[in-house]
């Protein structure tokens, strides 16, 4: 009965603590910051080659300004990807916390514009009422 016990402390003692994470590791909230960053960065350099057609794309100092603005550098945002990429479970959880954060900052921002004709209601109703079927 004494060693039930004992593992049970034991396996509940393993569980309350977290990991520790290897030196130069992001935690995981400030790698999904970082990692939001860099996928609208990516975003952005896509859309000024396809949509604006230029040619010479400042991706370095789009990472640097992202990596200075988070106290980071891309050595460290790399192990961090690495040790992240190792746990896909992990990994799945973090990008749809960056999706949410996308979700959040896009919800966000078309709260301070204008009422747009993607949030007139009035416009899909008035034009469906005027369909012949």
Do not use: W
């Amino acid at each position: 009965m004494r060693t039930a016990h004992a593992i049970s402390f034991l396996f509940l003692l393993g569980c309350g603590q977290k990991e520790a994470l290897p030196e130069g590791v992001l935690e995981r909230d400030r790698f999904t910051e970082v990692l939001t960053g860099a996928i609208l960065i990516e975003a952005r350099m896509n859309h000024e080659r396809t949509i604006e057609q230029s040619a010479a794309i400042p991706m370095d100092v789009y990472y640097t300004e992202l990596f200075k603005e988070q106290g980071t550098d891309s050595a460290q945002f790399a192990r961090s990807f690495d040790h992240y990429a190792d746990q896909p479970l992990v990994m799945k959880s973090i990008y749809d916390d960056v999706i949410e954060h996308l979700r959040l900052r896009k919800d966000e921002g078309l709260q301070r514009e204008e009422p747009s004709l993607a949030k007139d209601t009035t416009l899909a109703t008035d034009s469906a009422s005027g369909l012949k079927r």
